[in-house]
């Protein structure tokens, strides 16, 4: 943190309000790891707060899109983010939505692994917003896989995903390794392996900020 926190000292920005959202909520079923002892909401609004407490510490404006603790809805999520679009123009505002990934019904382990990062369909500000977060996996996550998908030129993964497309700010979608791999799901819940979801979340949107706000 003390790295990015220098960092930040030497840079200039603009104004944007930062928007962390987490996935799902503690009524949502299932989202679990295999033996139940992993909860996807509770973790990401875990990782999303700290988030947010480092990005005001570096006196960016960040908000919890969802300060409530059981789900609420994506048209709700979407709407909450546009009425900050609408108060202060799109460009100045963005969204990061917080997850960690399944390959499985929920039921077993799996083998699937890896760090990867959505957008909505298209060439929109969120592809550059992805970039920068995939950049900052890169650096902080050395050793795990960085999954990719380069057929339209960029890395990032494309989706419908609601709180993508019916967002007007520039708006991305981390899915954090796979919360029903055991490897990955043994650094998600190590002290290292929180800190650096942290931070490449926290490198990546004030590199976002800094280069295209």
Known sequence: MAVIL??????????MKILIDNGHGSNTPGKCSP?????????????????????NSACYDATL???????????TRAD????????LGKRNVCLVSIHTNAA??????????GWCCYTSRGQTAGDRLADCLYAAAELYLPGHKIRKDYSDGDPDQEADFAILKNTLCASALSENLFHDNPADLAFLESSTGRQAIIDLHVRGIIQYINQFA
């Open 65 to 75: 899109l969802v300060p409530e603790t059981h789900d609420v809805s994506l048209r």
């Open 104 to 113: 499985g019904n929920g039921r077993d382990w799996m083998t699937a692994r």
């Open 6 to 15: 220098n960092e930040v000292k030497n840079l200039n920005h603009q104004y």
């Open 35 to 55: 033996d139940s002892r992993y909860h996807e909401w509770s973790y990401t609004r875990d990782i999303a707060s700290a988030i947010v407490r480092q990005l």
């Open 80 to 87: 909450r983010a546009n009425a900050w679009c609408c108060q």
